[in-house]
């Protein structure tokens, strides 16, 4: 202690320069943790904030969503009315002709959009939405192009011989369907229907598949 002292006593003078620099780097630190406090209170802010834009956005899209998926669902089922129905495919054959531009731009469409369709229990963000959105709206468009098209041009792209083929054809679906003919009949029919589509359209398989479906159960009641 007394050592201590007798060294004080003999450089006293160096408590001033000391004093400063340990001043110094207290304000140092204390303006650190003041800017570290700041910074904190800043990004809870920037945090807050972003939340209540989520929070904006979530609700003020749910509506936009519920429409988009209505929409979706709508066109869904104008296509599938087509697609189910062999018969009606027959009289509008360009909406399964994939060499056509119109039809290709619409299964392109078509196959974008069912990929961003949103799970039920999923979390939409705005970016996401607005993908889907635009995909749906694109859809539309593209549908209405072909379904219009088609309707106008019919089987014209096809020769008087063609035709002819589709029309039987066409007949023959409507006896395959038909509850009323019996089951040998039926089953008759549509063999000779896929024969002369051979050749002129690709049968979608869902509608082979309900056709089938259909007289596969007529065979089963009758064998019953």
Do not use: C
């Amino acid at each position: 202690m007394d050592q201590f002292l007798h060294f004080a006593g003999q450089f006293w003078w160096l408590i001033f320069p000391i004093g400063a620099l340990t001043g110094g780097w207290a304000r140092s630190l204390a303006r650190y943790n003041e800017k570290r406090r700041q910074d904190k209170i800043e990004l809870a802010r920037i945090k807050a904030a972003a939340a209540t834009e989520r929070l904006r956005i979530t609700q003020a899209d749910a509506a936009q969503v519920k429409r988009t998926l209505a929409r979706h669902d709508e066109v869904q089922a104008t296509w599938f009315a087509y697609e189910l129905d062999l018969a009606t495919l027959i009289e509008y054959p360009m909406l399964i002709d994939m060499r056509e531009p119109l039809t290709r731009a619409f299964h392109e469409a078509k196959v974008r959009a069912d990929d961003l369709r949103p799970h039920p229990e999923a979390t939409l963000d705005p970016e996401s939405f607005a993908a889907y959105r635009d995909a749906v709206q694109a859809y539309v468009v593209a549908f209405d192009a072909a379904e219009r098209e088609a309707r106008r041009r019919k089987q014209s792209d096809f020769s008087p011989i063609e035709r002819e083929s589709l029309d039987r054809a066409r007949k023959l679906i409507g006896i395959a369907a038909d509850d009323a003919a019996t089951p040998a009949e039926r089953q008759a029919a549509y063999r000779r229907a896929r024969a002369e589509l051979d050749g002129l359209i690709d049968v979608p398989p869902p509608a082979a598949e309900v056709l089938e479906r259909g007289i596969a159960g007529e065979l089963e009641r009758g064998h019953d």
